[in-house]
């Protein structure tokens, strides 16, 4: 068996007595597609810009690619590709100007850029805007320069840090099928993303963060089941409290109250439907379980300010 593409054991990240990352240990293998969730301040970035060699481990081991980090990014880096939260293109050049650029870095030929960047562009769907200023694209345009330039040394790993937060669906499914594409060419990629239906749809694995700490690490469909009843119902409207209160006893289910609906979990709920069709003042969604619910369960419901 190959060994691990990364390679981190009990990895934290201290700055001024604050665990940014609190004694983390995960691998991803070679070929995988990897979450990493969690709640705004998690550590999601600190984690990654350790993986990328931007910022050095304050504890632990890590090795990216089989490279120990910190003291072999460089060579390493040869072999990364990444993309980071904030778009970093340069709006004084153009598109194809900045994929150029960017080579350059990796010390690519003239040769072998004038034939891989016009691939890049049909990649990214950029083939009309290859002479276009940066501050002339899209938001979803100027993301999928971003991850086109990220391909251009065709790493083994990519690293993505949010790359669809702000995004419109149309330009955010955009992004789905070209990761998937990578994915499915073979490619180990690692993702971070608070949107729970990224998560579920694109990655085999993911680790749920909060606080610095992982919480747990599973399959999405495996940590949905593990969590979670499979049966969702939730309940608001006019009188939910008073159905609530008179009802919980004889349903038996496990339920949550927040702010103005109940949840209502479980593994039988024909009779809770049928009951509710009794009340029509109430409003109810029948859902199955999703990584919402498990999120939500390990990281608890209180807001986190952006
Ligand atoms: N350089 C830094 N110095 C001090 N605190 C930081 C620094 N960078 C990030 N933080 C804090 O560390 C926590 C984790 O941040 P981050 O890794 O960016 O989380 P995430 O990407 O999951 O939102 C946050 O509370 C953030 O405010
Ligand atoms: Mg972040």
């Not at 490279?67 to 939260?85: C, D, N, T, Y």
């Not at 904030?86 to 350059?104: A, Q």
């Not at 499979?230 to 009188?239: A, D, W």
Request: charged share 20%.
């Amino acid at each position: 068996m190959s060994s691990p593409i990364v390679t981190a054991h009990t990895l934290s990240k201290i700055i001024d007595r604050t665990h940014l990352v609190d004694n983390i240990s995960f691998s991803v293998e070679q070929g995988e597609f990897c979450g990493i969730l969690g709640p705004n301040g998690a550590g999601k970035t600190t984690t990654l810009r350790m993986l990328i060699g931007h910022t050095p481990p304050t504890q632990g081991y890590l090795s990216v690619l089989n490279w120990r980090i910190p003291g072999q990014e460089r060579a390493m880096r040869q072999q990364l590709g990444v993309v980071s939260q904030t778009d970093n293109l340069d709006p004084d050049f153009t598109v194809t100007e900045n994929l150029l650029n960017y080579g350059r870095y990796f010390g690519l030929t003239h040769s072998i850029m004038t034939q891989r960047i016009p691939e890049l562009l049909a990649f990214a769907a950029l083939e009309k805007k290859a002479h276009a200023l940066i501050p002339t694209l899209s938001g979803g345009m100027q993301r999928r320069l971003s991850l086109a330039r990220a391909l251009i040394n065709q790493p083994k790993l990519l690293i993505l840090d949010e790359p669809t937060t702000g995004l419109d669906p149309q330009a955010r499914q955009l992004i789905w099928q070209r990761l998937r594409q990578l994915k499915n060419a073979g490619m180990t990629l690692i993702l971070t993303t608070h949107y729970m239906e990224e998560a579920e749809r694109l990655c085999d694995r993911l680790i749920i963060m909060d606080n610095g700490r992982i919480l747990d690490e599973g399959a999405p469909r495996a940590l949905i089941q593990q969590h979670i009843e499979p049966q969702v119902i939730e309940i608001h409207g006019n009188n939910a409290e008073k159905w609530h209160l008179q009802q919980r006893k004889n349903l038996g289910l496990r339920y949550e109250h927040v702010g103005d609906t109940w949840f209502y979990y479980g593994y039988q709920v024909e009779s809770i439907l049928s009951q509710l069709q009794a009340f029509p003042e109430l409003y109810f969604l029948h859902r199955p379980a999703n990584l919402e619910d498990v999120f939500v369960k390990l990281t608890g419901r209180e807001l986190r300010e952006n």
